[in-house]
């Protein structure tokens, strides 16, 4: 096996100024190691991780990593600057730069070696010691574990310390936390994770036993060690594998680099929740993150920036919510289709049905699709709470949605309720309670005083204001349409694309699903610009994949690949993954081309009976042909922008003056913004 790392991958003098400009200086030493086989192609992979997250550390470290069709042997260089370079970490620029090059298919003896420098990077002594080196041969000594370094006491996880022992010696029992670790590559920031998270464990004279899941699988902890275990500790950007091990425990739940950054406060928050008697409720349905998620810049709910916890949390509801919002508008759809719009005035079925009749059956449908409409904001309101403070939070979330309906605040006041009673709980929560009452606070008082001050407020306090500002915001709208058709096309067309998904496509997408449960010609023109414009997205990136594929990476043409099919299905997310890479270029592109395809939708009249659906729903869409059109175009005028945009920055000269526009390789633009 070649080694890791020699002299001519070390430069104690790295003068670059940015972290493209590092990336490239040292990359280029792998490229001359022949480790490397296409800079620009393997730049590409290194960007492409880097806007999934930063990979600075507190401590004066970066540690660009990734792995690539590029690579020929797992490769480690290392830079250090005196100037220090900003990798996105909260203390600052890093001085000591590693950049890791792992191949597509790397072994385990090399991902173990590389797993073990991850682990020494958590020792002062050893970041110290590379500080202080003057021979390039010394520090890549240093690195392969060949010269002396304080090592990292255990490998898969970890545990006792001082206080543990001294307190097993009194006869007592130390406080035990099992945690998992786990990052988008499995090589670097899990095993850091853990070793910080291990650290101070022994710092503060807890039990720490860590499961690494990393590239090369994961070795699961023990069940009698998670069942001896007080409180769990999850530091991940990945979804964690068979989760529901750890159910019925006080849960942390956190970003990998808050375990790195973090680990005494994680500590000490496990120590409060298991006092509080916070239990986490688990499904391996749940995906994500349990309650709270991480956030994108790996902090943890409790720590994100306000509105990357919002987000979250609207989307816990939003989630849970379109499943009736299918079921429930394309039943009304097929109601409407079969015994046309009068169904929805129609008598009970309960009172009657006949067997044979057409307009029965159709009004059995719309009757049964109302019924799964009446959820939605209950729901909505439910799962922002759920998503907030997990189980207890459902009861006032759900109670909060429905007097949202009983007030006439709709979608709206289905948001307030559920952020309302997810607050509300969290501050329950937070109050210390005795042991003997902790196993009915989630099911008993929890609930009971959480309701009753959800209700209190939402009846008297904000319910009536909210249904103005609903009613406000609806005749807003309505008042563009007719002569304004167009108009309102553009704006519900740029709201649906520009955060995909978000709070801004789901207040439109919620808009043009009320219109459907009292159905007028305006409301159905609303619901089919909505829906074409939010189909927009996800197709012309595809598209700029099939036609320019050297302006995106393997990884995007692969995502190109499978935005065919989730435009087609009016799955508008599927172009977040092109978004969150190139924020800049993507999103505006997009929204051009979403307000186009409104526009046109609303001037060629277009309808749609059906909520969702995309192109299997055209069946139900009237004038057929021109609604398609007009999606045709507007990703047409998407695809030009983002293909016209990329290309020009890939034209530009990098930072060390080497024009992009030389490449020939057909993956090898960075997709950072």
């Keep these: 096996m070649s080694e890791l790392i020699t002299a001519e991958l070390v430069d104690l003098d790295l003068s670059a100024a940015t972290k493209d400009a590092a990336a490239r200086s040292l990359a280029e030493r792998m490229v001359a190691a022949h480790r490397v086989t296409d800079l620009d192609g393997f730049l590409a992979d290194v960007a492409a991780r880097e806007a999934q997250m930063p990979t600075g550390l507190d401590g004066g470290i970066g540690i660009p990593h990734c792995r690539s069709e590029h690579v020929t042997a797992p490769t480690l260089a290392f830079g250090r600057s005196v100037a220090g370079i900003d990798f996105g970490a909260a203390d600052g620029p890093a001085d000591l730069v590693f950049l890791i ?51 990292p006491a255990e490998e898969e996880g970890t545990a006792p310390e001082p206080g543990a022992e001294t307190a097993e010696a009194d006869g007592s029992v130390p406080f035990r936390i099992v945690a998992v670790t786990s990052c988008p590559t499995g090589i670097a920031h899990t095993y850091m994770a853990a070793e910080s998270l291990a650290a101070a464990g022994r710092a503060e004279g ?90 994108e810049d790996g902090s943890g709910a409790d720590h994100a920036h306000f509105g990357v916890r919002l987000r979250t949390y609207l989307m816990s509801g939003v989630s849970y919510m ?241 935005a065919w099919v989730l435009g087609a299905s009016f799955i508008t997310e599927g172009a977040i993954p092109f978004a969150a890479a190139d924020p800049l270029r993507v999103i505006p592109s997009v929204m051009a081309g979403g307000a186009v395809t409104g526009a046109l939708s609303m001037a060629f009249g277009a309808t749609l009976r059906a909520p969702h659906g995309g192109a299997f729903v055209v069946p139900l869409i009237g004038e057929p042909f021109l609604y398609l059109l007009a999606i045709a175009a507007g990703t047409l005028v998407a695809t030009a922008l983002v293909v016209l945009l990329k290309g020009a920055r890939r034209a530009a000269p990098d930072p060390a003056g080497k024009a992009g526009a030389t490449s020939t390789d057909d993956s090898r633009v960075p997709v950072a913004a």
């Excluded at 970041?127 to 002396?148: K, M, N, Q, S, Y």
């Excluded at 005494?264 to 986490?280: D, P, Q, S, T």
């Excluded at 709470?385 to 939070?393: F, S």
């Excluded at 008042?479 to 801004?504: E, Q, R, T």
């Design 101 to 151: 090059a792992a191949p597509a298919g790397a072994d385990d003896d090399h991902l173990t070696i590389l797993s073990g420098l991850a682990r020494r990077l958590m020792d002062p002594e050893f970041t110290a010691t590379l500080r202080a080196g003057t021979d390039p041969a010394a520090v890549a000594a240093l690195i392969r574990g060949e010269e002396p370094a304080q090592e």
């Design 206 to 295: 807890v039990e720490v036993t860590v499961e690494t899941q990393g590239s090369g699988g994961f070795k699961k902890l023990d069940p009698a060690v998670i069942a001896a275990a007080d409180a769990v500790i999850w530091a991940h950007d990945v979804e964690v594998r068979e989760r529901t091990r750890f159910r019925g425990k006080p849960l942390v739940d956190v970003g990998v680099k808050a375990g790195i950054n973090r680990p005494a406060e994680l500590i000490a928050e496990a120590r409060r929740k298991a006092e509080r008697g916070e239990i986490a409720a688990l499904s391996e349905a749940d995906g994500g993150r349990a309650s709270g998620d991480g956030g």
């Design 322 to 562: 379109v499943p009736f919002v299918a079921a429930g508008g394309l039943l009304i759809a097929l109601s409407f289709a079969i015994g046309g719009y009068e169904t929805a005035s129609a008598k009970s079925v309960a009172d009657h049905f006949v067997w044979g009749e057409a307009d029965s059956w159709a009004a059995l449908l719309n009757q049964i699709g109302s019924a799964a409409f009446a959820f939605l904001v209950p729901v909505l309101a439910g799962y922002i709470a759920y998503g907030m403070a997990d189980r207890p939070a459902l009861v006032p979330g759900f109670v909060g949605g429905s007097i949202a309906l009983t007030v006439n605040a709709g979608f709206l006041g289905g948001l307030v309720a559920g952020l309302l009673a997810g607050a509300v709980v969290m501050a329950i929560q937070r109050v210390p309670v005795h042991a003997t009452l902790r196993g009915i606070m989630p099911v008993l008082v929890i609930p009971l005083i959480a309701s009753a001050v959800v209700g209190f407020l939402m009846f008297i306090v904000v319910g009536k204001p909210i249904a103005s500002l609903q009613n406000a915001l609806t005749d807003w709208l309505n008042g563009l349409s007719g002569s304004n058709a167009v108009i309102l096309g553009v704006v519900l067309g740029l709201m649906m694309c520009f955060d995909m998904g978000g709070p801004l496509n789901k207040v439109a997408y919620a808009f043009a699903v009320g219109g459907l449960a009292d159905p007028t010609d305006g409301s159905l023109k609303v619901m089919a610009a909505v829906m074409a414009a939010g189909m927009v997205p996800p197709l012309a990136m595809a598209l700029a994949t099939t036609v320019r594929k050297k302006l995106f990476t393997k990884t995007e043409r692969e995502n190109g690949r499978a």
